[in-house]
């Protein structure tokens, strides 16, 4: 299991893929079974990604769908993925440049974990980039103020246009 640490910021952020990394961007060699876990580890989504180009591919990652899953502001996560055979390209720490994260999403270092089945990879690396495998694709969830004025301009709009 080869992975790594996040935690997010101020605003909560919802996953709804999970995605492996396609260096060459032309298809992965064998299947992995990928997840998220809470810091606690328990494990909260997880999926398999095919071998091949059938899963979407942005900016080198190959995503599958997840069942939406919110990430809470100030909560510390795990991502990882199962390496079986080797046939896919490990990127280990610190060779990978120009990283960045989401807004909101801080990178808190590379996680590992012994064994060829899905666990929680708490072992520690080091801060530099983490084990290019394993990413999640997510967005800031709205804030309840800004929904409610988003909702109240809907509902003026209806109504002046009602009043027309």
């Known amino acids: 299991m080869l992975g790594g640490e996040f935690s997010v910021g101020g605003q909560d952020m919802l996953a709804t893929d999970i995605g492996f990394f ?3 961007q032309n298809g992965l060699a064998e299947s992995h079974e990928m997840g998220i876990f809470a810091s606690d580890g328990t494990l909260l989504r997880s999926g398999t990604i095919g071998a091949g180009t059938g ?6 990652f190959r995503y599958i769908g997840i069942a939406p899953l919110l990430l809470s502001a100030g909560q510390t996560y795990r991502v990882g993925a199962v390496f079986t055979t080797g046939d896919d390209p490990v990127l280990f720490p610190g060779y990978v440049t120009g990283f960045s994260t989401v807004p909101d999403i801080t990178f808190n270092g590379s996680r590992f974990a012994f064994g060829a ?3 929680d990879p708490t072992l520690s690396f080091g801060g530099d980039p983490a084990y290019f495998g394993v990413n999640i694709n997510a967005t800031a969830v709205p804030e309840p103020t800004t929904l409610l004025l988003l909702g109240s301009g809907v509902v003026a709009l209806i109504r002046r246009r009602a009043v027309k």
């Open 55 to 60: 899963a979407s591919l942005i900016n080198q």
């Open 117 to 119: 089945t899905l666990d």
């Open 22 to 24: 396609d260096s060459s």
